[in-house]
Structures are given as C-alpha cells and as structure tokens.
C-alpha cells in the first residue's frame, strides 16, 4: 500500500524559533499534499491543500505567512511553522494523493506532534 | 454549508457489545464520497472505508459494517462483538467531489471498549 512519512515524529521547540515539518510519499508521487493540524480531544481541521510547482491554497483563517508551505517535488512536502508560539503547540498531520482530479484516494502520515515551550 | 456532525463524543461499552457510531453528514454536491478512520492513541489515522455518494449498498467487513442512508443524509458504523482493541477514536469525513479531495472531518466519537 501507500506510504507516507513524516519528520519529525516529535519536536519540542522554544517560542520565536522556526520548525520544518516534512511529509514525503514514500512509493508514489503525490499531485496534492494536504496539511491538517489537530489539537487535543478536537478533530482533524484543513490548513492547506498544496499541488507540486504551485503555491498553496490555504482555507481560511490560516495565516499563510505563519505556515509556510513547499510542495517542492512530486515525493515531498514541507511545512513550516515561523515564529513559533504556544498557541502553535499541535499534531500536524499530512495527507497525500496520486493522480488527478478523479483520484480520491489519500495516505495520511503518521503525524508531528510540536510542542511550542 | 458542508459539514460532518458526529454527535457522540464519548462512547464506552462492556466488550463483546455492539456499538453504533453515527455519522450525519451536509453537502449540497450530488457527488461526493464518505470515509471512515479510526484514530488510535498513537495518532496514526487509519482508514476503514470510502463510499461514493452514487453507491447506497451497505457494507460488511469482519465485525465492521456501515449503514448509508442518503435520505437522511447518515453514514453510520457499527462494530459488532467489540473488542479492547477498537478502542480509539474514530473521525467520519466527506470528501465533496469537486473540491481537490480535501476531507471534511466530523468532531469524531473515542469509543471506550472495557475488558
């Protein structure tokens, strides 16, 4: 089946540094990456749909400027949390899918647990 | 408005139970497609089953079925002869057909199945 990975698992950061989150698909290429942050006991919510070469799209009330996002290649997306803050303390977690428009299948990664101190 | 609502936030059983998670969805796309996770305490989603808003059938696999009923807009799951293991918390989802494939994702129900 479809893989996708996440680096790192874990991360402990101290507020007003930057975090990179990667998310790779490790045997397919992914057109459309997708990013979701959950908090605890909460549900999963939309942050940003990324497609390789273009910029992302970013649902609302997201700060684009905060969370950075690179869909670089067809393998990998990344993810970067600026400036961080406690507020940003989080579960991130990625989504990839192959194919085009008719292609509803999507892998999710394990997930990055950040912690903002 | 699309929206997911799963109205159950908690749920705990006595093992060998059956249990019924309920999934009340909103779109006013014809097309779109349902899903169900199961989100354990390692917070790895896992998927348990996608339905096209074209394919009423239910379905069964194992002790896991799932009742879509488009005339009231469900998408139910029920567990049958629970074990320690389902306990996690499961995330029902819809994916609209002509929005990139994001997933809408209901609050979602942590089942508690008791030894």
């Known amino acids: 089946g479809a893989v996708v990975s996440q680096h790192p698992s874990r991360v402990i950061c101290k507020s007003g540094t930057s975090v990179k989150i990667e998310c790779r698909s490790l045997?397919?290429?992914?057109?459309?990456m997708f990013w979701y942050r959950q908090f605890p006991k909460q549900s999963l919510m939309l942050m940003a749909t990324s497609n390789e070469g273009s910029k992302a799209t970013y649902e609302q009330g997201v700060e684009k400027d905060k969370f950075l996002i690179n869909h670089a290649s067809l393998t990998l997306s990344t993810l970067t949390v600026t400036s961080a803050h406690p507020e940003d303390s989080s579960f991130y977690i990625c989504?990839?899918?192959?194919?085009?428009?008719?292609?509803?299948?999507?892998?999710f990664g394990p997930g990055t647990r950040l912690t903002v101190t | 408005a699309q929206k997911v609502t799963q109205a159950q936030t908690e749920i705990s059983v006595v093992e060998k139970e059956d249990v019924t998670l309920d999934c009340v969805y909103e779109t006013r796309d014809t097309t779109y497609y349902l899903f169900w996770y199961k989100q354990p305490p390692s917070g790895e989603l896992v998927f348990l089953i996608r339905?096209?808003?074209?394919?009423?059938q239910n379905e069964i696999s194992g002790r896991y079925s799932w009742n879509f009923q488009k005339s009231t807009s469900s998408f139910n799951f029920t567990i049958t002869a629970s074990q320690v293991v389902d306990s996690a918390v499961y995330f029902c989802a819809l994916s609209p057909y002509n929005q990139g494939g994001k997933l809408i994702f209901g609050q979602g129900t942590e089942l508690s199945v008791k030894p």
């Open positions: 339905r096209n808003s074209f394919d009423e």
């Open positions: 989504s990839a899918r192959a194919g085009g428009h008719s292609s509803y299948e999507q892998y």
């Open positions: 045997d397919f290429q992914a057109t459309t």
